[in-house]
């Protein structure tokens, strides 16, 4: 337990809570959104939503900075594979997929993080996180039933 | 073997969420979080225009408009919190799964904002997510 303690000193944990608060804040907004606006008028419209805080980073030093071109093309297709899997979840839905299933499906992403990670960044994790990687993928699963 | 059109989406979906994981560890080794952000909402802007609706927006509510551009702006906080969580030494395989559990919070909110009532199987969803976020800290 003495490595929870040094974990929430670290700087990553909080950014990860950080995370979780904003993109709660998007899941929520969205869904009050989506009472009246469809998924695709929504989505072209929240993309237009994330271009304030993109422009007001163009110009900070620690952009203009960062040029390193293999870094940028794997952010330019973070981007781009982003945007494909919700079109890909988009169609599934178009195409007559249960929702649930859909849903429930694509919410095991964090598994396949994992398993790259382990494979080509030769990430490891210990038992106990292990068990938390199970739980948090039960705990998506559910939420998304 | 037949797959049918709807599970071949679905899966590409899934691995296209998955790799996005890894890809948000590789840009941030090797560039800032915040360039990583902006170069990420410049690639998810390229696609733009196959997800333009082709009719007037105009047609909305002020109110609904408000608040998917408000979603917009929290994504992208969220994003560059999760760019910045690996950058500054977080595993993409502990990251991924803890930022995951966010409907958690959505599920505590929603009561008092939506007027939604928490089911035990949502209960049991906190539960498990509570626990992960304390593992997953180990």
Same mark, same amino acid.
């Given at each position: 337990m003495s490595s929870i303690g040094s974990t929430v000193k670290t700087r990553w944990f909080w950014y990860s809570m950080l995370t979780?608060?904003?993109?709660?804040?998007? +899941?929520?907004?969205?869904k009050i959104g989506s009472l009246e606006i469809p998924s &695709?008028?929504?989505?072209?419209?929240?993309?237009?939503?994330?271009?304030?805080? +993109?422009?007001?980073?163009?110009?900070a030093a620690n952009v203009r900075g960062s040029r390193n071109k293999k870094g940028i093309t794997y952010s330019l297709l973070n981007g781009i594979i982003t945007g494909i899997g919700i079109l890909c979840l988009l169609a599934a839905y178009r195409a007559?997929?249960?929702?649930?299933?859909v849903a429930v499906t694509t919410a095991l992403?964090?598994?396949?993080?994992?398993?790259? +990670?382990?494979?080509?960044?030769? &990430?490891k994790l210990t038992k106990?996180?292990?068990?938390?990687?199970i739980l948090a993928t039960a705990s998506i699963v559910i939420f998304s039933l | 073997m037949f797959l049918p059109t709807w599970l071949i989406f679905t899966f590409l979906a899934l691995c296209c969420f998955g790799i996005v994981g890894l890809l948000q560890k590789l840009s941030t080794d090797l560039v800032s979080a915040e360039s990583a952000l902006v170069w990420l909402i410049?690639?998810?802007?390229?696609?733009?225009?196959? %997800?333009?609706?082709? $009719? !007037?927006?105009?047609?909305?509510? /002020?109110?609904?408009?408000?608040?998917?551009?408000?979603?917009? %702006?929290?994504? !992208?906080?969220?994003s560059w919190a999760i760019l910045a969580a690996m950058k500054n030494g977080g595993k993409a395989s502990v990251v991924v799964?803890?930022?995951?559990?966010?409907? /958690? %919070?959505?599920?505590?909110?929603?009561?008092?904002?939506? $007027?939604?009532?928490? !089911?035990?199987m949502q209960g049991v969803g906190i539960a498990c997510a509570l626990a992960a976020i304390v593992l997953l800290a180990c």
């Open positions: 979780i608060v904003g993109w709660a804040g998007w +899941a929520l907004f969205l &695709e008028p929504s989505l072209f419209m929240q993309s237009a939503g994330m271009v304030p805080l +993109a422009f007001i980073l163009a110009f007559g997929g249960n929702t649930s299933v992403y964090p598994l396949v993080t994992f398993a790259l +990670a382990v494979l080509l960044l030769h &990430e106990l996180q292990t068990l938390g990687l | 410049v690639g998810f802007l390229l696609l733009e225009p196959f %997800v333009y609706p082709g $009719q !007037s927006l105009s047609h909305y509510s /002020m109110r609904s408009i408000a608040f998917v551009l408000l979603a917009g %702006v929290l994504n !992208s906080l969220g799964p803890l930022t995951a559990v966010y409907p /958690m %919070v959505v599920c505590l909110i929603a009561p008092f904002v939506l $007027q939604e009532r928490l !089911s035990p």
